[in-house]
């Protein structure tokens, strides 16, 4: 696992599965918006991009999903070449009661209505 240079979510902190159509070519789910992605439990930070690094239990998630931040655990170290694109970072979510790994991209930060913040 390769250090990130930039921290974009922290531990604690609510975000929302926003898996985009764009997608180029790296990917730590599969499915399609119609029937949900499907998440994995682990990806071998160590081997991905590669043909056996998903890990674990599936999870079945929708755009739209709330998750806790668990931790980040950084970039995967074969694609250090993308280390200046803090999107390919991977975070450690517990979503539906299940943890599962996301590339940043996949996640954004939520925000509540303006009367929740008081």
């Known amino acids: 696992m390769l250090a990130s240079n930039k921290k974009k979510y922290k531990t604690g ?3 929302t ?3 985009s ?3 180029e070519g790296y990917a730590t789910y599969s499915g399609n918006d119609v029937n949900g ?3 994995y439990e682990k990806i071998n ?3 991905y991009p590669s043909h056996n690094d998903f890990l674990g239990n599936e999870i079945r998630l929708n755009n739209g999903d709330k998750a806790a931040v668990v931790k980040e655990l ?3 170290e074969r694609m250090f070449f ?3 694109r803090h999107d ?3 975070y450690e979510i517990l979503v539906n009661g299940a943890i599962c790994h996301a590339f940043q991209k996949d996640l954004t930060l939520t925000s509540f209505p303006e009367h929740l913040n008081e």
């Open 37 to 39: 992605y499907m998440f």
């Open 45 to 47: 930070l160590k081997s």
């Open 88 to 90: 390919y970072n991977v």
């Open 74 to 76: 950084g970039y995967p």
């Open 13 to 15: 902190q609510l975000v």
């Open 17 to 19: 599965i926003n898996v």
């Open 82 to 84: 993308h280390m200046h």
């Open 21 to 23: 159509s764009q997608n």
